[in-house]
């Protein structure tokens, strides 16, 4: 993956610092996880945010293995 320097706002670096702390996280990934939602919500725009969270954590379940099958009926 590649990486490149780009300038952000002190404010928003100082908040991403704050909730990577909370969510075990490194401040880029919690700017990269602020990018993804936001990405998804305006790709989505009818769709809740609590929907588009639980499509993030069930991927991220199924990228870990740990999805069990579900049978219907």
């Known amino acids: 993956m590649a990486t490149t320097s780009i ?3 002190q404010e ?3 908040k ?3 909730m990577a702390k909370a969510f075990h996280r490194t401040p880029p990934k919690q700017i990269e996880h602020w990018a993804k939602i936001g ?3 305006e790709d989505n725009p009818d769709l ?3 929907f ?3 499509a ?3 991927k991220a379940e199924k990228d870990a293995g740990k999805l069990e099958s579900y049978d219907f009926g």
């Open 16 to 18: 991403a610092t704050i």
């Open 48 to 50: 809740p945010y609590e």
């Open 39 to 41: 990405e998804m919500m």
């Open 56 to 58: 993030i954590i069930a």
């Open 7 to 9: 300038r952000l706002d």
């Open 12 to 14: 928003l670096i100082e």
């Open 52 to 54: 588009v969270k639980q």
